[in-house]
């Protein structure tokens, strides 16, 4: 814990507490990192600023396939999916769909 960019991302985060960006930085640099637990939580402080984030509800259900959360991400993944759906992305819809198939 306590690289130069976690450091960057949680400022950011703490700077501007209500956009999901920041959140989502921090949530995909502990996810690379397998800090899953930590990873959840930021990832859903992002998904919560922002529902309809698709790349954040994504990360979120694979944080939470890492932590063992598999149900739990199934319900965030099919949520992802029908997000990427309404939002026109075919592609990335395909894509959760086949993380839906492994769970």
Known sequence: MGSEREA?????????????????????????????AEAVDSLRTAVSLQPDYAAALVSLGDALVGAGRRDEARGVLERARDTALA???????????ERLGDL
């Open 87 to 97: 939002q026109s992305h075919p592609s990335l819809a395909e894509e959760i769909a």
């Open 8 to 36: 960057q991302f949680r400022k950011l985060a703490a700077d501007h507490p209500d956009s999901p960006m920041g959140h989502f930085s921090l949530g995909r640099l502990l996810l690379e990192e397998r800090r899953y």
